[in-house]
């Protein structure tokens, strides 16, 4: 069983910067996909990035100048660095690990089979 957990989310202001924490259990860390997720108030949640083992990254377009994702498999650690937030992107941040062995990256929740419980990002204008 994987177990997730997100850090970093806090209330910063429009322009700053919040580097998000993904911590995985597990020794088989290094061959998951793993995705961030962001639910905004009053919407459905939504795909941000995702990155395989391999290192290959998927953006969503609305971050993809932004936002950057890496992960340091010794670590079982995956990051999300979000530059010059906005409002808009306050939201609560979720980090998802698909285990399945795929390699293409897939932004449909369903894919992904364990989830962290969220942190809160909140972006004052």
């Known amino acids: 069983q994987v177990q997730l957990v997100e850090s970093g989310g806090g209330l910063v202001q429009a322009g700053d910067s919040l580097r998000l924490s993904c911590a995985a259990s597990?020794?088989?860390?290094?061959?998951?996909?793993m995705g961030w997720f962001r639910q905004a108030p009053g919407k459905e949640r939504e795909f941000v990035v995702a990155?395989?083992?391999?290192?290959?990254?998927r953006y969503a377009n609305s971050v993809k100048d932004r936002f950057t994702i890496s992960r340091d498999n010794a670590k079982n650690t995956v990051y999300l660095q979000m530059n010059n937030l906005k409002p808009e992107d306050t939201a609560v941040y979720y980090c998802?690990?698909?285990?399945?062995?795929?390699?293409?990256?897939?932004?449909?929740?369903?894919?992904?089979?364990?989830w962290g419980q969220g942190t809160q990002d909140t972006v004052s204008s």
């Open positions: 990155i395989s083992w391999t290192g290959g990254t």
């Open positions: 998802a690990a698909d285990t399945s062995g795929r390699t293409l990256l897939v932004v449909r929740e369903y894919v992904y089979d364990y």
């Open positions: 597990g020794r088989t860390f290094s061959s998951y996909i």
